[in-house]
């Protein structure tokens, strides 16, 4: 089965870093079949990134996407108190997991 | 706007089942299949599975195999997940997700605890 690891486990910044977000599956992920999700606590998971660089509807532009293979990266280019929360990573090609999450607070 | 809307909170005996409902609005209903994703009370995302809401045809994670069974209501637009034999492991909020590229939207989640 396919494993995605998420690091860091947890992210501290202030607002207005860049923050970046790692995701590594341990085989090749067929198609960038790769999608990011934001949950914040309380609510439900939101998709943020979908084929791993391309925007869900209504995402600021200040999220992004990148990588290919084996190696993923979400990036917030300026770190917003709105965006404390928990990213995943999901592989949806030939199976569906999630990674373990990479939590993001405010320094 | 697209949009699933599960239903209540529920409070189950270990042993017993629970069947989770998931109605769909704003799309066209079989055109998109559904899955199931659980997380655990500050756990990770767990998926359980999928069902075409186009023919009913089914996929279920190996770990729920003969404990799950998902099914849909084309005349209500309604998708529903039943867990049977729960053990206190199960509790967890269960949400649904319309299968597109990724998963968009999910559903507010239902809060299943198990519990003697």
């Known amino acids: 089965e396919l494993v995605l690891t998420q690091s860091p486990g947890t992210l501290s910044l202030s607002p207005g870093e860049r923050a970046t977000l790692s995701c590594r599956a341990s085989q090749s992920v067929s198609s960038s079949y790769l999608a990011w999700y934001q949950q914040k606590p309380g609510q439900a998971p939101r998709l943020l990134i979908y084929g791993a660089s391309s925007r869900a509807t209504g995402i600021p532009d200040r999220f992004s996407g990148s990588g290919s293979g084996t190696d993923f990266t979400l990036t917030i280019s300026r770190l917003e108190p709105e965006d404390i929360a928990v990213y995943y990573c999901?592989?949806?090609?030939?199976?569906?997991?999630f990674g373990g999450g990479t939590k993001v607070e405010i320094k | 706007q697209v949009q699933l809307v599960q239903s209540g909170a529920e409070v189950k005996k270990p042993g017993t089942s629970v069947k989770v409902s998931c109605k769909a609005s704003?799309?066209?209903?079989?055109?998109?299949?559904i899955r199931w994703v659980r997380q655990a009370p500050g756990q990770g995302l767990e998926g359980m599975g999928w069902i075409s809401a186009y023919n009913g045809k089914t996929n279920y994670a190996q770990k729920f195999q003969g404990r799950v069974t998902m099914t849909t209501d084309t005349s209500t637009n309604t998708v529903y997940m039943e867990l049977r034999s729960l053990r206190s492991d199960d509790t967890a909020v269960y949400y649904c997700?319309?299968?597109?590229?990724?998963?968009?939207?999910w559903g507010q989640g239902t809060l299943v605890t198990v519990s003697s």
């Open positions: 704003g799309y066209t209903f079989t055109s998109y299949g």
């Open positions: 999901q592989q949806y090609g030939s199976s569906h997991t």
């Open positions: 997700a319309r299968d597109t590229s990724g998963y968009h939207p």
